[in-house]
């Protein structure tokens, strides 16, 4: 947490193995790319640092890329892409106008048309053509960019956002519970986290005075 007062430190963090974990548990692939920067709130945990880790990324979510798309060039492309979709979620989820930069930055890279399967017919049947073709650079970043328009032109799915409770994490995913009452990102990491922190806050109030 950051202090107030610019005499007083700011706490590091320890950043561990599993904080820059890849996370693909945000409920879109959009969020998902939005989810490889981490604590945004505090100091910002990149997740999507190296080709290795773009080449990850797209493993984990399930697309394919080219081998001469993986570049450092689309890597701060997606940076970018990546920084104007928090910002209009963001400002989804505060009730107010995102960016008209953000946004139209959205739509530019929105317009490149992705690779569109067709059917074909065999000798056995039908098959499909072109469902498995590696993506190029700029064909990756229009489909996450309408991914994200999916999310945003469905009432129930935009009505659905949801920031972590978490205040060093801040996650933007998508609740899908009943009555959409989920707090955190994750159970097993933020949720479990804020109630051992709970639990010692309760301890410490609990034990008598000079203990």
């Avoid at 590091?12 to 409920?27: H, K, M, W, Y």
């Avoid at 399967?117 to 072109?130: E, H, K, R, S």
């Avoid at 955190?184 to 000079?210: T, V, Y």
Wanted: net charge positive.
């Amino acid at each position: 947490m950051r202090m107030d007062s610019s005499t007083e430190p700011v706490p590091r963090t320890r950043v561990t193995a599993r904080l820059r974990a890849l996370r693909f548990d945000a409920g879109s692939l959009a969020l998902n790319l939005v989810a490889t920067l981490g604590r945004r709130s505090s100091t910002p945990i990149e997740r999507l640092g190296t080709l290795d880790r773009l080449r990850e990324w797209c493993d984990g979510v399930g697309l394919r890329l080219h081998d001469e798309a993986v570049t450092q060039e689309l890597l701060t492309e997606l940076w970018t892409l990546r920084e104007a979709a928090y910002d209009v979620v963001a400002a989804v989820v505060d009730g107010r106008p995102p960016p008209d930069v953000s946004v139209a930055l959205l739509n530019d890279r929105a317009r490149p048309a992705p690779p569109q399967p067709l059917l074909i017919a065999t000798g056995t049947g039908v098959g499909v053509d072109g469902a498995d073709r590696p993506l190029s650079g700029r064909e990756l970043q229009s489909v996450v960019v309408r991914d994200l328009i999916a999310v945003l032109g469905d009432p129930e799915r935009c009505g659905a956002l949801r920031v972590c409770d978490a205040s060093l994490c801040t996650m933007v995913y998508l609740d899908h519970t009943p009555g959409g009452r989920r707090r955190w990102c994750s159970m097993r990491l933020c949720g479990n986290s804020a109630k051992a922190a709970k639990h010692r806050e309760r301890r410490a109030a609990a034990a008598p005075a000079g203990s």
